[in-house]
């Protein structure tokens, strides 16, 4: 379907600036042969040392949230403007840790997505069901629910980035099986599909984000509907690099 392979980081809140910038200048020379595009979102303190650390390279630097208003009285917030003037490209947008520790809901998913693509951020919107709800069934209805009103008014759905992150996999080493991971993300494919349109749902990246590592990326990648990966833990090591290249020897 001609979409490009997309490796996005989130480095969470790890790293400094020295530890940052060190890492981005091993990885420069191991990822500028990439067939995929590449970014690692990297705490906002950080953005602009790892932006001048990624300089010159494929490395596309994004941040981890955004807020919904331009400006205002929204103390410890950063608007999408304000990202977009050091050099940020993507955004995530309703991480699982996000909507657990800090009350987001699929309503201010929505908003912020609209923000970000305002102001010509690429949103990688995370999506994903708890243990809880896989195991009574509702893996679809929870998604389903969080694509609908998550994306809700967007006019072109091929610029929004789909991370399905399984709640019961990030950060446990607990990934979906190479079937479960396409099974779930072909579903999210064809929801976007009956949103907006199946033709646009053809040009959606997906991503898969969970557990994913040098070690299971290249099954993950191998599935037909799976464009990508949002990594979390790997991403704070060489490993990145690995998963990157997966399609190479
Ligand atoms: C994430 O934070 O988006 C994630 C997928 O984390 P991990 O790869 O560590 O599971």
């Known amino acids: ?3 490009r392979p997309f490796i996005a980081g989130n480095w969470k809140m790890n790293m400094t600036a020295a530890s940052g910038a060190k890492l981005i200048g091993e990885l420069k020379p191991l990822v500028k042969d990439a067939n995929c595009d590449v970014a690692l979102c ?3 303190i950080l953005i602009p040392e790892m932006v001048k650390a990624a300089a010159g390279s494929n490395i596309k630097i994004g941040a981890e949230n955004v807020h919904w208003a331009p400006s205002g009285a929204y103390t410890g917030e950063i608007s999408a403007e ?3 003037e050091y050099g940020v490209e993507y955004v995530i947008i309703g991480h699982s840790e996000r909507r657990q520790y800090f009350g987001e809901t699929d309503e201010s998913v929505n908003m912020r997505l609209h923000a970000a693509l305002k102001a010509g951020l690429t949103p990688i919107v995370c999506v994903g069901e708890m243990l809880a709800e896989r195991e009574a069934g509702k ?3 929870v998604l389903d629910r969080q694509l609908t009103v998550g994306l809700g008014g967007v006019d072109d759905i091929t ?3 789909i991370a399905y992150e399984p709640v019961w996999a990030i950060g446990t080493g607990k990934t979906a099986t190479d079937e479960q991971a396409q099974e779930t993300i072909a579903h999210i494919r064809k929801k976007i599909g009956e949103l907006f349109c199946p033709m646009c749902a053809q040009k959606v990246i997906i991503q898969y984000g969970g557990s994913m590592n040098a070690g299971n990326c290249k099954g993950l990648m191998a599935q037909p509907d ?3 990966g949002l990594i979390g833990g790997a991403s ?3 490993d990145f690099a690995t998963i990157v290249n997966y399609d190479k020897e």
């Open 1 to 3: 379907m001609g979409r």
């Open 42 to 44: 990297v705490p906002a």
């Open 82 to 84: 304000m990202l977009k």
């Open 139 to 141: 893996t679809d209805k």
């Open 159 to 161: 610029k929004v980035v």
């Open 226 to 228: 799976i464009d990508g």
């Open 236 to 238: 704070l090591k060489l």
